[in-house]
């Protein structure tokens, strides 16, 4: 089974709307990290978010939150007042062990976001 | 440096040559990853150091590639005998052990194996 599921290869927003990115995961550990990951066209990957799989409240930085239900697993990543330069790739990704700390980053294969001016 | 630093950010290489690949992560972070991303793709796990622990290989797709960490630092991936199916990104990331750190990951290396 897949460690992590995106089961939109592209979405289209228009701009200064919010939009929400889908990630479901799986996973018998208890403690476990998620993680979302932004890849502009230039390539490079930029952390955005973290939610451990212990806390109460959701993750919030800046435009970008986490809507995380624990018991659907899933980890959706809400984008609020999206931006012409929100246009990229989005990762998942969920580190296990307590609080995200086993070897492997399990990667989803992403959604490809447009905004739309 | 303040981030993790790839080179070379481009290499083209004929098949049957062997290619080095170079990592240098950042300071303080024990932890390194090395991924593969191929065109459109999502990240495909290669292999995984964690301090002076034994690396996780588990992802590596033949006996042509290999990796190692000198002195738990920078970190050479070797790719043996190229073949057309290994262009693709090469991508590198660090982070700390401790639960909650992101990986942190350098600009990648373009190989191209004509």
């Known amino acids: 089974a897949q460690k992590i599921t995106q089961t939109q290869p592209g979405m289209f927003v228009q701009e200064k709307e919010a939009v929400t990115l889908d990630c479901t995961y799986d996973t018998s550990d208890p403690s476990y990290g998620l993680f979302w990951y932004k890849q502009p066209s230039s390539g490079e990957m930029i952390f955005l978010i973290y939610?451990?799989?212990?806390?109460?409240q959701n993750a919030t930085e800046g435009r970008y939150s986490l809507n995380f239900q624990k018991a659907r697993k899933s980890a959706n990543l809400v984008i609020s007042a999206s931006q012409l330069g929100d246009s990229a790739m989005y990762f998942c990704?969920?580190?296990?062990?307590?609080?995200?700390?086993?070897?492997?980053?399990?990667f989803g294969t992403g959604t490809s976001l447009t905004v739309i001016p | 440096g303040a981030g993790v630093s790839q080179s070379p950010s481009n290499k083209v290489t004929e098949k049957g040559k062997d290619v080095e690949l170079r990592c240098d992560p950042i300071?303080?972070?024990?932890?390194l990853y090395w991924y593969r991303q191929s065109l459109g793709q999502g990240l495909e796990f290669l292999i995984y150091f964690q301090g002076n622990s034994a690396p996780d290989k588990s992802g590596l797709p033949s006996d042509r590639f290999s990796a190692e960490r000198t002195g738990g630092s920078v970190s050479t991936l070797t790719i043996q005998r190229t073949q057309q199916e290994d262009s693709a990104v090469y991508l590198c990331a660090s982070s700390r052990p401790a639960g909650g750190s992101p990986l942190h990951f350098g600009n990648g290396t373009r190989l191209t194996v004509t």
């Open positions: 990704a969920m580190r296990e062990g307590p609080g995200g700390t086993g070897n492997q980053f399990y």
């Open positions: 300071s303080g972070h024990t932890a």
């Open positions: 939610q451990g799989s212990y806390d109460q």
